[in-house]
């Protein structure tokens, strides 16, 4: 069979399974320097293959779809619907993953002096970079918005910026009337094929990226010093396995109820359609370089409109990330508890406002849910040098997390495709 006319979904599981199985031959063989070498690299090309076409892509597709919708009173309505769905499908999860902590309850796992050790060890440590300088309520509103467009455009963190130009220059285009605009219409529908293709081509690397990936990751995860996590091991695993948990009762408890019943499409259809995005979230860990392969997946697989498509993933990619705020929630209880701290209902419910809005404020790269984490822990009165503890399992929770994120994002285009007509 030639290669081409193997689904991409099987190209990559089966890089990725290729990649961890070099990783565990690497490790055994002692190939770390190797692998590190000249393995890894082609990991962080792809990588930055795909976040180089992140910022291009979120631009050309939200202008595009914004003046595909051609008045504003249909974008303000598929637009509310949107940012409607997004925060009712995020404080789901947050609550899902409230209702499973409370049940596992990690973190009373921890004998009370190896509590208190830890408390010992993970002071002021690790913590101090990631925590931001004393910020108000509304800081990050002001964060949404640029004061230099280039700026914003030369930093992936700062995707909700080039996201608020994007619409607001995509609202400025339908207020126009369309013969003054057709030049940058047009414009910006080739840009957006060209944009496509690009990604089509990057994706060609997709199976190699991936091995190299995980291998890069398996070696690196061995190489560590397991001693220091040992003693914590079975709380650890305890916290992990409620994150897991938490995120599957969300994927396949609670999804399929939305694509069924909202959507009205087949779940198998809708999980087959959308595996070769889930796979690039869960080996990525970053929901904006996975971006072109989630839209891609909507548009060819499920059959989604382009103007749907275009409009509503970008914004779901960065804003929508109803994985990371369940993990913030369990975390934030996990860490209060090992801190002996009785979170009570009040707090909880803080819990969920304030995880709602860290999930939106995180970058969809790796790792940036724990660094939101902070101010879900200040928000309760957690110590959040706690974060520590949690850093040896983040990255596999981050995979995870990813891949809900990702889900979540085509769970809500899917519905408002079928609910919105747009000719
Ligand atoms: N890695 C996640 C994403 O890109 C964000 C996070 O939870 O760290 O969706």
Redesign the pocket.
């Known amino acids: 069979m030639k290669l081409a006319r193997i689904p991409l979904h099987w190209l990559i599981l089966t890089g990725m399974a290729a990649g961890m199985l070099f990783g565990v031959v690497a490790v055994n063989l002692g190939w770390h320097e190797f692998t590190k070498d000249w393995i890894s690299p082609w990991g962080t090309i792809f990588i930055n293959l795909l976040k180089l076409i992140a910022i291009p892509l979120i631009i050309v597709s939200l202008i595009n779809g914004i003046s595909g919708l051609n008045d504003v009173s249909r974008l303000s309505r598929i637009g509310l619907k949107t940012v409607g769905l997004y925060l009712l499908t995020t404080v789901i999860a947050v609550s899902t993953g409230l209702v499973v902590v409370n049940i596992t309850n990690p973190g009373t796992y921890l004998s009370a002096e190896k509590s208190a050790e830890f408390r010992e060890n993970y002071t002021g440590n690790a913590v101090q970079n990631l925590s931001q300088p004393e910020a108000g309520p509304l800081q990050f509103v002001i964060d949404i918005v640029p004061d230099n467009l280039f700026k914003a455009m030369t930093s992936n963190a700062s995707m909700l910026q080039v996201i608020f130009f994007s619409l607001l220059f995509g609202v400025a285009v339908i207020l126009i009337p369309p013969q003054k605009t057709l030049i940058v219409r047009n414009l910006f529908e080739s840009l957006n094929e060209i944009v496509m293709q690009m990604i089509h081509l990057i994706m060609k690397m997709a199976p190699l990226g991936v091995f190299a990936l995980m291998a890069g990751l398996t070696t690196q995860l061995a190489g560590t010093n397991p001693a220091d996590t040992l003693q914590i091991f079975g709380t650890l695993g305890i916290y992990a396995l409620t994150v897991v948990i938490g995120l599957f009762v969300v994927i396949f408890g609670i999804y399929p109820v939305f694509i069924r019943i909202f959507a009205r499409l087949p779940v198998k259809k809708f999980f087959k359609g959308i595996a070769p995005a889930q796979l690039l979230?869960f080996s990525?860990?970053?929901?904006?370089?996975?971006l072109p392969v989630t839209m891609e997946c909507c548009e060819e697989n499920l059959g989604l409109r382009k103007e749907v498509t275009g409009f509503v993933l970008p914004l779901g990619?960065t804003v929508n990330?109803d994985?990371?705020s369940l993990?913030?929630a369990v975390a934030a209880v996990f860490l209060a508890q090992i801190y002996g701290m009785d979170l009570t209902f009040g707090q909880q419910l803080t819990i969920i406002l304030t995880a709602t809005l860290a999930?939106i404020g995180?970058?969809?790269?790796?790792?940036?849910?724990?660094?939101?984490l902070v101010i879900v822990l200040n928000s309760v009165g957690v110590p959040t040098e706690g974060i520590a503890l949690i850093f040896a399992v983040?990255r596999p929770l981050?995979?995870l997390?990813?891949v809900v994120?990702?889900t979540g994002d085509t769970v809500v285009a899917s519905i408002i495709n079928r609910t919105e007509s747009i000719p």
Do not use: K
């Not at 995180?362 to 939101?372: E, K, L, N, R």
């Open positions: 979230a990525t860990s970053s929901s904006a370089a996975t990619a990330m994985g990371t993990y913030q999930s995180s970058a969809a790269v790796p790792g940036a849910g724990m660094i939101m983040d981050d995979m997390r990813t994120n990702v």
